[in-house]
């Protein structure tokens, strides 16, 4: 059951994802929680957070999880700690390379 808009914690969600077959994705939408985003302790020193925000979405649409190594240190726009740190606002070396080894 979808959690009703105004309850969310998270800076968005990526909805009605379709794919064909394997790596063919046909439709998506990302709709971002202005309201948790305006709240973030980070948009006062990072206010590129929304961009930062719809990329890291768009990592997870092409099939990228968040904090890849699980060490939390790796430079990647799907690494929270990482984004917010260094205001990564797109994808960096090691989101190219996952993105790759997904697609060839
Ligand atoms: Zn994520």
């Known amino acids: 059951m ?3 808009i105004e ?3 998270n800076y968005a969600e ?3 994802y379709r ?3 394997t790596n063919e994705i046909l439709s998506f ?9 305006d709240a973030s302790p980070h948009i006062e020193n990072f206010p590129e957070l929304p961009v930062a925000v719809m990329a890291h979405e768009l990592g997870h649409v092409l099939g990228l999880r968040d904090d890849p190594t699980g060490t ?3 430079n990647s726009l799907m690494n929270a700690h ?3 740190e260094n205001k990564i606002t797109g994808p960096r070396a090691f989101d190219i390379t996952s993105v790759s ?3 060839g």
């Open 2 to 4: 979808a959690v009703p």
């Open 7 to 9: 309850d969310w914690s």
């Open 14 to 16: 990526i909805t009605d």
């Open 19 to 21: 794919i064909l077959g």
């Open 29 to 37: 939408d990302i709709v971002l929680n202005t309201r948790a985003i």
């Open 72 to 74: 939390g240190s790796v």
């Open 82 to 84: 990482s984004v917010t």
């Open 101 to 103: 080894m997904i697609y």
